[in-house]
């Protein structure tokens, strides 16, 4: 598994949970630290139980363009929060005096980073003439016309060696001045694809609904106790198996001894 600190010996277990009940109808293991590459394996597997009213919901570690067009071609209802889905949210906007308080919850939020460099804001653009010029006075060459980057289009700027090498700004423009030769720059003109077909606009306007507000919601409780109950109460915080198929055993079997704690609470066995 691929982690900030390098590569280690680990595996990702993931469930779904059923909301009504907080039984575990799917579990997996699989040997990546990226939530959004086991999305779709997981909801493959949940197919043949989905309902014509069941709708799955995700938070943002699963979201990615390419599993919202998946999920649109499985024809399967979801909510998958975006990074941003918080800051649109009015209700969102007093959290910040809730850390100021005595023993304040872990602020999951990322926090901002403070440009080192010249940021694209600090460099003259001319969309018409498509021009940049760059904080020190110097023109730079566009390397495109329709550049396609993470979906939206571009505009690619590059500075001249005999500009960059003697410029005296190149500790304020370039991250690495001793080892890059010129600073690039871009700057985004809008997506590729027509609004209908980006599915993550789509989202955000589902999720940006009361409705679709009130539904997401409802994950919280429904999955996040399942996952304390099997780590915290039943002391599975780390695998203690290797190779997929033994962590995969031993995570089902951990969220089936869930289940039967459930089922006997809720008088199943009765």
């Given amino acids: 598994m691929a982690t900030s600190k390098g590569v280690i010996q680990g595996y990702t277990g993931v469930a779904a949970v059923d909301a009504k009940h907080q039984i575990i109808v799917e579990a997996q293991a699989h040997g990546t630290g990226s939530e959004q590459e086991v999305l779709l394996p997981v909801v493959q597997a949940l197919q043949p139980l989905l309902a014509d009213d069941t709708y799955l919901t995700a938070d943002a570690g699963y979201h990615s363009e390419a599993n919202l067009q998946q999920l649109a071609a499985l024809k399967i209802t979801a909510l998958i929060a975006d990074p941003d889905m918080r800051k649109r949210d009015e209700r969102f906007a007093t959290q910040a005096r809730h850390q100021q308080q005595a023993d304040p919850l872990h602020n999951k939020t990322p926090k901002a980073s403070t440009p ?52 005296p700004l190149r500790a304020q423009c370039l991250r690495t001045p001793d080892t890059t030769p010129v600073r690039n720059v871009a700057f985004f003109r809008g997506p590729s694809d027509p609004p209908a077909t980006n599915q993550t606009a789509l989202m955000k306007t589902r999720l940006d609904t009361p409705e679709g507000r009130a539904q997401y919601a409802r994950r919280f409780g429904a999955v996040e106790p399942v996952f304390g109950n099997v780590r915290y109460n039943k002391g599975l915080d780390r695998f203690t198996l290797r190779g997929r198929h033994k962590v995969d055993a031993q995570w089902q079997l951990f969220c089936l001894v869930h289940n039967i704690e459930k089922l006997a609470n809720t008088g199943y066995a009765a």
């Fill in 116 to 167: 080192t460099v010249f940021q694209p804001d600090d460099f003259t653009y001319d969309a018409d003439a498509r021009t940049c010029v760059c904080p020190a006075g110097k023109s730079l060459y566009r390397k495109g016309k329709h550049l396609v980057t993470n979906g939206f289009v571009s505009e690619q700027f590059r500075g001249a060696k005999r500009d960059c090498g003697p410029c």
